[in-house]
């Protein structure tokens, strides 16, 4: 059987009065005794949904989940973060078909780390020295453009460019602010043109709507997941859509999370009307990624730091391993790619408090290996969930698509 599946879970207090219809059930609870006036008519059944996760009990566990009268068999591949895997989610038609709707939809190309003017260049210089040495100019790039350079690549920059005018492999801040930033820019513009992999994302996308195109098979899919996750409904119809992507030949994406975290004072993504151009937060509560093909080489899911027993960003990033194309076997937790196969996974802590969503889970950190041979296309579906309830149970806010 599986775990949590309630759409809603209806306060105790109300359940128990009002239910069974005899006041003074819950005197324990010291909130229905028989003469304090609560109507235990209908009425007052008051419904808060809350939010559920799955319970993967411990690693290595296989359940029976029972979805849409087809038993399918989840297992535990990791608890911190809980990461579960479905094989078999889909069917292979339902895979083909998937991305046909895409290709109908016409795919187009992610644009996630060309290196504009608007990029806001950090400066890593982590000991502090104001020089900056080959690593911290390679982390300096990594953090600010997604662009991923070795040694010799950045060697390369700074004699075309003529800015290592003491050829120390240092940068200083003379040297540094003796470069129009401009210049930078076209040269990372045009390397990364001719060497696609030391991009962050290397791939082509297209959002399927259930609700809009009215697909018999894609309904049964997204009824499928709606019955897996358990969570209120209107949660799934609000924000109904799949994300496919197709990754080519070097495709990858690096190491990152999926949702923001609340401490950003920004606004949910999924709050905002389509094309505001406001600064805002993903807040994704859930991710559900499915591999729609048979990847001929690479392509897994990799979580480098799960099971950790700390995270330390700061050392992480200092290592490199946020590059899933170089690094991808030293993640603690490699998922490969399968056709049909559904891993899952949750980005926020619940808050036990609110009965709501909590903060990021830091350990969800994940990236897409490279794929060595062959195309990989897989389907996201990201359970939006903000740290407003209101908003997010409210059917009238409705993100205004276009
Ligand atoms: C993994 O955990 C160890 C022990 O707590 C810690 O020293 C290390 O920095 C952690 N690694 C990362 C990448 O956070
Ligand atoms: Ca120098």
Redesign the pocket.
Known sequence: MAKGVFHVIVHATALLCCTVGICGETEELGTCAKDDGVDCGSQSLEVTPVITKLDGVEVGHVQDVILGGKTHQMTTLSMKPQVLEIKHFLTDEECDHMIRLAEKDGMFDSVTNTPTKSTNVKIMDMNRDTVLNLREFILTIENSFDIYLDEDDMLKMYSDLGMDTNSDTDISREELHSQDPKSVIDWLTEYVAKRPHKKSRMSRQAWLYPSKIRDKVLDEIQERVISLVGLPRILMDKNDEFQVVQYGPKGHYHAHWDSGSWTESYPCCHHLKTGSGQRCKSCRFMTVLLYLNEVEGGGATAF??AN??????H??RM?G?INLHRHCEDANLVVPAEKGKAIIWYNHHLDPTTGWVGELDSFTLHGGCGVTSGHKWIANKWILVSDDRDKDLDPNFRPNRT
Request: glycine share 0%; net charge negative.
């Open positions: 480098p730091i950790n027993e700390t995270f330390d960003e050392s992480f290592s391993k």
